[in-house]
């Protein structure tokens, strides 16, 4: 029988996010007493436990009072979030509508590391479908909808992420010569759009070009995915990548990104 998810809390770790959360509205700011007290937790363990998300910047005190109050790292995780979400919102219509266009399903990813997270999809109505990438963490390398956005990175700092996560070989087809890739993404860099050739699975094909934000920085690529049998390389490379980067552009624009006109 399955274990219940409960069945493998650590309790340490479930203590520090119920100090997190006892931070609401009306209580910003808590002393090691007060916490005890609400938490129904002895002092030194409350105290244990606020020095320690001090230390990685959850919380901070007050030198004065010697209260605690949320720090700067929980704004920049919900700054993350919210960002993330409302990328998702402002590319779904653009994802329905390029997966009716193309009848292919059609995804949202975002870079994080050397992996690609698919944030949202709109699934094809055939019955020959791909298997669903939807809150998946695939190698970017291997994907239209990581490179789509590898290639908009500087260069050293792909030079990093290849050092740090090695380029692994997933199928026959992919690229895991790091030279050979510095060429991949100089291509996708020039076409703006990504192609991907049975590199992540045997028998897949996507295609994926950058969405851009208000400030022209690459935040997430949207791309279909199919078989090949379906999407042949010639459909892939002309008919499928056209109508990929004018939806990439369409939720571009939504994020407050201008295209500057050529001279």
């Not at 009306?26 to 002393?31: I, N, T, V």
């Not at 010697?66 to 990328?87: N, P």
């Not at 500087?154 to 510095?182: C, I, S, Y």
């Not at 070009?209 to 920085?217: G, I, K």
Request: hydrophobic share 45%; proline share 3%.
């Amino acid at each position: 029988m399955k274990k219940a998810k409960a069945d493998y809390l650590i309790q340490s770790v479930s203590r520090a996010l119920d100090i997190l959360e006892a931070f609401v509205l009306g209580q910003e700011e808590l002393g090691v007493t007060e916490l005890s007290r609400k938490l129904k937790l002895h002092k030194n363990n409350v105290f244990r436990l606020l020095a320690t998300l001090e230390t990685r910047g959850w919380v901070e005190q007050d030198r004065e009072s010697g209260t605690y109050r949320l720090g700067i790292k929980t704004f920049e995780v919900a700054s993350v979030f919210l960002h993330h979400l409302g990328l998702v919102n402002q590319a779904h219509a653009g994802l329905e509508q390029l997966a009716l266009e193309t009848g292919e399903t059609a995804y949202l990813g975002v870079l994080e590391g050397g992996a690609v997270v698919c944030l949202d999809m709109v699934e094809t109505t055939r019955a020959v479908r791909v298997v669903s990438y939807l809150g998946r963490r695939l190698p970017a390398h291997a994907t239209a909808l990581g490179k789509a956005q590898l290639a908009h990175r500087p260069q050293e700092e792909v030079e990093r992420l290849f050092k740090d996560h090695e380029p692994v070989t997933l199928t026959p087809r992919t690229l895991t010569d790091t030279v050979r890739l510095a060429d991949e993404l100089a291509r996708v860099a020039a076409q703006d759009v990504a192609v991907e050739d049975e590199e992540l699975d045997a028998g897949v094909r996507a295609v994926a070009a950058p969405v851009r934000d208000y400030a022209r920085r690459v935040v997430g690529a949207v791309g279909v995915v199919g078989p090949t049998v379906r999407l042949p390389l010639d459909r892939l490379e002309g008919e499928l990548a056209t109508r990929v980067r004018v939806a990439a552009q369409q939720v571009s624009k939504r994020l407050g990104y201008a295209v500057t006109p050529a001279p």
